[in-house]
C-alpha cells in the first residue's frame, strides 16, 4: 500500500459508533523500578528473556512438560497396575515398552495436529480481520485509538499511531488482530517443535519407570520404579516452578503427590482385579 493510496483509503480514526471503548480493569499507577547494585547488562538479560519467551511461543515448553510428565505418570501407572496384578516381569517390559511407543507417537500426533489446526483456524480469522479493515477502516482505526488510549498513551498519540501504521499494510493488520482481537500470529507455534518435543520428552519420562524392569524383578523392581519416578516428578516440578518464579518445593511436592496418587490408585485397582481373577 502507498504512502498517497494510505492517506485517500484509510480515514481519520473515529470512536465505533454504538461501541463500547476498551477500558482497563485496573486503576493506572506510575511504573516502580529497583537498583540491586550488582552489575547488570541489560542487553544480555533482555536476549535471555526473548529466548524463554521464543521457546514458549514456539510450543516446545508446553510440550516438554506434558510430555514428560504423561510418560511418568502413563507408565509407572501401568507397571504398578500390571505389578499389583501379580503380572511376570516380561509382561511388564513388554507392556511398558509398548506404552513408550504408542504414547510418544500418539502425544507427536496429537501435537502437531493441534497446533497445525490452531494455526489454519488463525490464518482464516486474520483473512477476515483484512476483510473487515478492507471494508471499515475507519472502525479498527478508532478501535486501535481507543485501545492505545486506554493502555496509557495519550489521545493524540493514540489517534496519531493507527494512522502511521496503515501506511503498512501487513504492519497494521498484524497489530490490529494483536490488540484488538488477542491474535498474535508469531505465537501460534511450529506444529513440528511440539511434535518432536512431545515424543522425545514422553519417551524420556516413560523409560524411567521402565528401566528397573530390564534389571530386576518383583518388589525390588517396584521399589526402584517408585523411587526414580519420585525422583524424576520432583525435578520436573522444581525447574517447571523455578522457570514460573515460584517456589521449587511447591511445584515440586504437587508434581509429587499428582504421580503418587495417580500410581496408588491404578496399583490398588490392579490388585483388586489380579484377586479377583485368580
Known sequence: MSEDAAATAIPAPVPATGHRPYRPHQPARPLHTTSTGAPADPAADAAELASQ????????????????SDGLVTNICLILG???AHASPSAVRLAGFASLLAGALSMAAGEWVSVRSQAELYDGLLAQIRRLVTHNPRLMLGELSSRLEAAGLARATAQAAPSELALDEERFLAFTAQIVFG??????????????????????GALVPLAPWWFLHGVPAVVVSIALTAAASVLVGAVVAHSGGRPLRRGALRQLAIILVAAAVTYGIGKLFGSTVS
Open 53 to 68: 519467551v521464543a521457546k514458549v511461543a514456539r510450543g516446545g515448553a508446553r510440550a516438554a512438560v506434558l510430555g514428560i
Open 82 to 84: 500390571l505389578a499389583g
Open 183 to 204: 491474535i498474535s500470529p508469531a505465537g501460534l507455534g511450529s506444529p513440528l517443535t511440539a511434535a518432536t518435543t512431545s515424543l522425545a520428552y514422553f519417551a524420556a
